[in-house]
């Protein structure tokens, strides 16, 4: 009994300082460096955020993806621009949001089951307005009608794609809203919308 209690304490306090390791580590990688992004650009400095934190992007003229933190491509500060995010299962958080100012050429956002992000985040997407034309929120806990409501300051969008988010209480109401605020948007609420590739590798 003593063995079996034993063993149990251990597997506990080893889970919560576990979780707590990566609580720390996720605070660190989405630190936003204003240094770094002085040092090596806005462009550069948000892909290395993304990639820490297990996100991908597309350089503009680039058809490929870079997911390997070792492929981002060196040039001068501003030579490789992002035109695409996909934070897919990743572990950004709000915070780091603050690496999307300064981006001049963002047109595209894919964020899917990304359980750290809240409202709050979506509404820094405003740094990128000017660009930013297609944006897909799939499978995100945290986010509610609040946070998709943010998407109506997005003036210049022309997709908006949204799946499976729990906290979405009045859909139709949230629908009509971005129709009315966007109509030059194709507004898409669809359950079965595909899971991204990374999920089904």
């Not at 897909?136 to 799946?163: H, R, W």
Request: aromatic share 6%; hydrophobic share 35%; with cysteine.
């Amino acid at each position: 009994m003593t063995i079996t209690l034993t063993k149990r304490l251990t597997s506990n306090i080893l889970l919560s300082n576990n979780r707590q390791f990566w609580t720390w580590l996720n605070i660190v990688w989405n630190r936003y460096d204003r240094k770094r992004v002085q040092e090596i650009g806005p462009d550069r400095a948000c892909a290395e955020w993304l990639l820490r934190c297990g996100g991908s992007v597309r350089f503009k003229n680039s058809t490929s993806v870079t997911a390997d933190y070792n492929a981002i491509p060196s040039g001068t500060s501003g030579q490789n621009k992002i035109e695409e995010i996909r934070a897919v299962k990743a572990c950004i958080t709000s915070d780091g949001f603050s690496y999307l100012d300064g981006l001049t050429a963002l047109k595209k956002i894919h964020l899917e089951k990304c359980d750290q992000l809240p409202d709050s985040s979506i509404s820094r997407l405003k740094q990128v307005k000017d660009t930013l034309e297609s944006i897909a929120l799939i499978d995100l806990v945290q986010i509610s009608e609040i946070g998709v409501g943010d998407l109506t300051d997005l003036k210049n969008l022309k997709q908006i794609d949204l799946a499976r988010l729990p906290n979405i209480k009045n859909r139709e109401g949230i629908i009509k809203l971005l129709r009315n605020e966007l109509p030059g948007c194709n507004v898409n609420y669809d359950d079965n919308y595909p899971s991204a590739p990374e999920l089904q590798e």
